[in-house]
């Protein structure tokens, strides 16, 4: 499985404006370090939740269907569906059409849910089977919520105060609590 961005977002969720006034900075002398720290923050909490952010297109690759009835997505909140298809051994593509299945875009995690039938088996032996869709809170800063927003202003302040090299792992690299409080609303629980 190989899951690739194919349309990044068009802005952050905070602006550097905003990640300078919660660090009570003036001047621009680190505006770079600022917007790096504002793109690994958002990178960082997505990756820790499975969440876009800002709307973002994505290619999730297969080599074959799950056993199960339904395919889960990796990312949420979902979007839209944009496409599905299976590859025969020549590489060339067949859309499958969007009635033999089942969007669950409000699902947490969302999920595609085979409405009939069998999967199109794919031919092609690796990444045979490709899905397109688009997620995110929606296009802008104000459509991610306020906690999350926080969450990413904290960690932004907690790593700018933090430049020194560490190890991976130790205390040091630990996310602190309140940051983490903030974001347990967004974590998917599994049973």
């Known amino acids: ?54 709307t973002q297109s994505w290619r ?21 569906l944009t496409s599905a298809k299976v590859f025969a051994a020549d590489g060339t593509a067949e859309v499958i059409p969007s009635n033999a299945y089942v ?9 595609l849910v085979r409405s009939g039938g069998r999967w199109p088996q794919p031919e092609k032996a690796a990444n045979g089977i490709e899905i397109e869709f688009t997620a995110g809170f929606g296009d802008g800063a104000a459509d991610v919520p306020g906690p999350i927003r926080q969450a990413l202003l904290m ?8 430049r020194d090299p560490i190890e991976v792992g130790s205390r040091e690299t630990a996310i602190p609590a309140g940051i983490s409080d903030l974001l347990a609303p967004y974590r998917t629980v599994r049973l």
């Open 103 to 111: 969007v669950d875009v409000g699902g947490a995690p969302p999920r």
């Open 60 to 80: 999730l690759t297969l080599d074959a269907w799950p056993n199960a009835r339904e395919l889960e997505l990796p990312l949420r909140p979902l979007q839209s």
């Open 155 to 162: 960690l932004i302040a907690h790593w700018y105060e933090r």
């Open 1 to 54: 499985m190989a899951l690739v961005i194919t349309s990044a977002p068009a802005v952050e969720p905070v602006t550097v404006s905003e990640a300078k006034a919660h660090l009570r900075v003036d001047g621009t002398a680190e505006d770079t370090l600022i917007g790096s720290l504002i793109l690994t923050s958002r990178l960082h909490i997505e990756a820790a939740l499975g969440l876009a952010l800002i």
